[in-house]
């Protein structure tokens, strides 16, 4: 996630970013080779304004199995979140 560094908020310029990051941490997550794992990988980034800013995500969940870790970058002009999900596949 320090591939912000000290990035001005430019929303294409992020946009990019972020796809580029999130395939990095997909990569990485595959690189554990844990067998029967399926991942998803989300990145969100924004401005910061002086606002407060919550992420959710919602789905079904088996609590023994699948995992996720995520990830937080901020600079003084913007944030970053990267969550990567590991869902194992039965």
């Not at 560094?5 to 294409?12: N, R």
């Not at 870790?69 to 003084?76: P, Q």
Request: with cysteine; net charge positive.
């Amino acid at each position: 996630m320090g591939a912000f560094g000290d990035l001005q908020y430019q929303q294409e310029t992020c946009r990019r970013l972020a796809r580029r990051v999130a395939d990095q941490l997909l990569a990485l997550a595959k690189e554990q080779d844990f067998d029967r794992y399926r991942y998803a990988v989300q990145v969100s980034v924004g401005q910061k304004l002086g606002q407060g800013v919550k992420i959710a995500s919602k789905a079904l969940w088996d609590h023994k199995k699948d995992s996720f870790i995520t990830l937080r970058y901020e600079n003084t002009h913007l944030f970053a979140v990267g969550t990567v999900f590991a869902l194992y596949m039965d």
